[in-house]
């Protein structure tokens, strides 16, 4: 663990390097909580299952941390993303879920005053070295958002929008491969008939799938999911659930949630987040039904304290 | 107290209110119907078609036309908005999309407004200053750059402001995408902003086609018809301002039509331009 510089949380004054706290069994008495600690500071480190050891992973990060100006984000978040599974991250708002997603496809960029240490590496390619090719970087990587956010053009213009933008002009491929995505997300037969209608005039539900259609046309090699169901009624938000399971068969996704049934349902493995550290990472089924810490049982049931 | 009481000075407090806005309301569109009717009235009646067919004659008791006049402006706010729109979008693209992350938008933005206040008369001793007396006479381009002098600021404040209201999640969406910041402003926000940026411009050329005082001091004006730039370049409000301010009569009932001829030469660009924009909107992209 690295030592930690002297800050003030709230209005107290902590000095670091603090001690780890030791990490309580889930079925333990009442001992020091870990979210307690890391309230007053104190670092943590992530107990991490050993079912992430056979994993394969795409997206690496190491140590990473992240300030935007003076507030710290994400403290030394080390963990795998694995290849061809589902990874939710969730925790309470706040607790820096956007913000690592955000950071792996570097649209943190376009935030005034962010700072990073450590590093995310995807696909053996350190993102934050110098000299890397932002634009590049996020071509490889699929982003959807909290809220729909379709460009105010037509659904065919929408799902093309990557590939024009790397200069694609054959109309038989533009329009094969609008098929396709549209296909992939179940919006084909849907919109067959009106691609040249504006995207602004679908429903929500409809507009989120566009979204990644829009996504995954220039064959990402990541799906970054930014909570893609806070915006949507439950009959859209099941079939977004449908949908990226299905996606799961070709693409890695990481998957930001705040509803904990959503995750439980979506993902092969779980993150349990807090105020910028990883807490618990481990197989959905494991965190769920037999986390290591008392405190990601008590957060994924609800009773949080 | 009962809820439903009604309180007899609340309901007094809203009708007067009520009354002054409608008669405030009442009072602006009739001062304007009243300088629309009396423009009508007198300017309507001094049109001819002599007034497009035939250039000033010099003699004041049969003064002839203003096919000169009519061109020249026609000419100078072209030249004008070819200079003054691009460098007043190109600033306005940075204000707004450029310079957030930068020290230089500050000062750009606050010398803009500045500049946007100047009065017209002072550009038009700049213009002098800077065209006129490097070029050596009196011309249209003069007169065309100090009109775009004063088209920029506004051009640049409103498009900023309209580039401004394009939600940021657009551009996300597209640097997600890995769209590059030029990509993402000439396909996602430029389209998304051209309605009302367009507003914008027109205003610009609304208000340099009224302008007086800069080309007094540039393109000074000419009696006759000219459609090169390096001479003295002749244009309404010019004419109008020497006709209106002369002692004959002739003159006089001229400078009325050139006035009308002028409002309706903004109204048909406002509309056409309008027009145009909202063809190409909903044209698919």
């Given at each position: ?9 709230g209005a107290?004054?902590v ?6 706290v030791?990490t ?10 870990v979210?307690?600690?890391i309230r007053?500071g ?6 991490v299952?050993?079912?992430l050891?056979?994993e394969?992973?795409?997206?690496e ?21 694995a ?18 997603l ?14 990073i ?6 696909h053996?390619v350190?993102v934050?070295a110098?000299?890397?090719d ?25 799902v093309i ?8 002009r054959?109309?038989?491929v533009?329009?094969e ?12 037969d ?20 566009l979204?990644?259609?829009r ?6 090699e990541?799906?970054l999911?930014?909570?893609p169901?806070s915006?949507?009624d439950p009959v859209?938000?099941?079939r977004?659930?449908?949908l990226?399971r299905?996606?799961s068969q070709r693409?890695?996704?990481l ?5 904990m049934?959503q995750?439980a ?12 550290r990883?807490?618990?990472y481990g197989s959905?089924?494991d965190?769920?039904?037999?986390p ?5 049982e008590q957060y994924?049931?609800?009773?949080f304290? | 107290?009962?809820?439903v ?21 009442v ?9 629309t ?5 007198i300017?309507?009646?001094a ?6 067919a ?5 003699n004041?008791?049969?003064?002839g036309?203003m096919r000169?006049?009519?061109v020249g ?9 070819l ?5 007043g ?8 999309e ?10 750009v933005?606050?010398?803009?407004d500045?500049?946007a ?11 002098y200053?800077l065209?006129v007396v ?9 007169g ?16 900023e ?6 939600p940021?999640s657009y551009r ?6 890995g769209?590059?910041?030029?990509q ?11 309605g009302?940026?367009?507003t914008g ?5 609304a208000?340099i086609?009224?302008e007086?005082a800069?080309l ?5 004006g ?6 090169n730039p ?16 002369g ?9 009325w039509a050139?006035?009308?001829v ?22 698919p992209?």
């Open positions: 663990m690295s030592a930690l510089p002297a800050r003030t949380i107290m004054e000095r670091a390097p603090h001690p780890p030791p309580a069994p889930a079925q333990g008495p009442a001992g020091p909580s979210l307690d600690a007053q104190h670092a943590h480190t992530a107990a299952h050993e079912s050891r056979s394969q992973a795409v997206i990060a190491r140590e990473f941390s992240l300030w935007y100006g003076k507030r710290r984000a994400l403290y030394a978040i080390s963990m795998i993303v290849r061809g599974k589902v990874t939710a991250l969730i925790g309470p708002s706040g607790c820096g879920k956007s913000t690592l955000r950071s792996i496809n570097r649209l943190n960029d376009l935030v005034e005053g962010v700072r240490e450590g590093s995310i590496v995807l053996g350190p934050y110098p000299g890397v932002v634009i590049g970087l996020r071509k490889r990587t699929g982003m959807v958002f909290q809220k729909p956010n379709p460009f105010p053009m037509s659904i065919r213009e929408n929008y990557a590939l024009r933008i790397n200069g694609e054959r109309r038989a533009l329009d491969a609008c098929e396709n995505s549209l296909r992939a997300v179940a919006l084909w849907e919109v067959k008939d009106r691609l040249r209608h504006s995207a602004l005039g679908m429903s929500g539900g409809q507009q989120q799938r979204c990644i259609a996504a995954i046309v220039a064959e990402p990541v799906l999911l930014d909570e169901c915006a949507l859209a938000t099941l977004i659930e449908e990226i299905e996606l693409y890695t996704i998957i930001v949630t705040h509803n049934q995750a349902r979506v993902s092969d493995y779980t993150a349990f987040m807090y105020l910028g990883l807490v618990e959905t089924a965190v769920y039904q037999n290591r810490l008392r405190e990601t994924v049931t609800g009773r304290g | 107290m009962p809820l009481r009604k309180n007899p000075w609340k309901t007094l407090q809203s009708r007067v209110m009520f009354a002054a806005c409608a008669a405030c309301t009072l602006i569109i009739g001062v304007l119907g009243l300088v009717v009396y423009l009508f009235s300017g309507f009646g049109t001819s078609w002599e007034f497009f035939a250039d000033p004659t010099g004041a008791l049969d003064p036309g000169n006049a009519v402006t026609l000419i100078l706010i072209g030249l004008a908005s200079i003054g729109i691009p460098l979008l190109l600033a306005g693209v940075y204000l707004s450029y310079g957030t992350e930068r020290l230089l938008p500050g000062p933005r606050f010398v803009t500045v500049l206040g100047v009065p017209s008369i002072v550009v038009g001793i700049l213009g200053e065209l490097p070029l050596g006479n009196y011309s249209g381009w003069a065309a750059g100090a009109l775009a002098f004063i088209m920029v600021p506004i051009v640049a404040r409103t498009s402001e309209m580039f401004r209201l394009v940021d996300q969406a597209s640097a997600a995408l769209a590059t910041r030029s993402t402003i000439l396909r996602v926000v430029a389209p998304a902003a051209a009302t940026v367009v411009i027109m205003l610009a050329i208000r086609a009224g007086t800069p007094l001091f540039t393109a000074l000419s009696r006759f018809l000219t459609t390096s001479e003295p370049f002749p244009s309404l409000t010019v004419q109008v301002y020497t006709y209106a301010t002692p004959y009569p002739a003159q006089r009932e001229l400078a050139g006035i009308l002028l409002i309706s030469i903004i109204f048909v660009v406002n509309v056409s331009i309008r027009l145009v924009t909202l063809r190409v909107r909903r044209s992209a």
